[in-house]
């Protein structure tokens, strides 16, 4: 049995002690975080740690980050920090970024996959940052989905995926981010980022003066991620017209698809399905929110996805966005989904 909290409302201080305690103690607690949900036990404890793989069913060769309180507590499970690095954990923490960094013994083999380095990030979610409080451990916290699925954003999701399997889930509503984090090791002084999220390329070359954009040294760009179950295509224009003709094709040729569109779009598709045509009957349309909102796309992303995927179409289209900003973070999560089937036209 999972154990249920809805904080969404109120912060149950005294509960969140005993969840803290029994984390701990090796415990597998889901939580909010500002990015995505995570499933999160004592990130120094390996027993517990192999239980997280287990549960999401996660490859062992896939390490896994973690949540950590403050600098001091990097400093205790870190060695060897560059000012670099020093000066993003300056900028950035609290919040969405993820640094990769050379780990102290202390670190179990297990949390990162037999590497030398570690990931770590200190959330600025409250309960997050109460669970560190009260655990003072840090917290090994992989997204919350079983792997190879859509990260969990909001309870429905994560109850779909792992009620009666983790020891407490705790409700906080949506997430607010909806992305997860940046990933960014730094390599001989220069920063790569491993993984986009919503700190961007430009704010870590503001602070660096540089930036590599290295999706491939993702430990985990090898293996199968977020993709959906159904057919599904990528699709961009900077011409609309070009883009409604293409997809016109498109769902003609598959008249039982879902497309993933905007708020500008919309009117498009009802004239569609609204023509005098029968062929479009079994069309349903998800709007993503408005192309001009990229923080409401992403908050939302996951959970439309799921959505497009429960109707169990043929195909799957979703509309890019332009790739700039978080536009690139948003293209990266569409392209993996999409398993780099991309039109652009
Ligand atoms: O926003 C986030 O980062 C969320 C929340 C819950 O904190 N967590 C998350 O964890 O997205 P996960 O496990 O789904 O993704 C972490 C990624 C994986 O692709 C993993 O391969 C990579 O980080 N990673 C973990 N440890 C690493 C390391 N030592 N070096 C390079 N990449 C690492
Ligand atoms: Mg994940």
Known sequence: MSKYFDFKNNINENDLKIISKDLKDGKVVIFPTETVYGIGTNGLLPDSVKRIYEIKGRNFTNPINLLVKDINMIESICKDITPIEYSLMEKFFPGPLTLILK??????????????TVGVRISNNTIVQKLLEYSNVPISAPSANIS???????????????????????????????????????????????RPGNITAEQIKNVCGDVILDYKNLPSSNLKHYQIDNKSILIYSDDTNKLFNKITELITKSPNSVVLTYSEHISFYNSLIHSNTNLYGNLNIIDLGSINDLNIISKNMFEHLRKAENFNPDLILIEGVKNVGLGVSIMNRFMNICNNNFIEC
């Open 103 to 116: 780990k102290k013994e202390i670190v179990p083999d297990i949390v990162t996959a037999g590497s030398d």
């Open 148 to 194: 190879g699925k859509l990260s969990g954003t909001n309870i429905d999701s994560i109850l779909n995926d792992f009620d009666n399997k983790v020891d407490y889930i705790i409700d906080c509503g949506n997430s607010d981010l909806g992305l997860e984090s940046t990933i960014v090791k730094v390599i001989d002084n220069i920063p790569h980022i491993l």
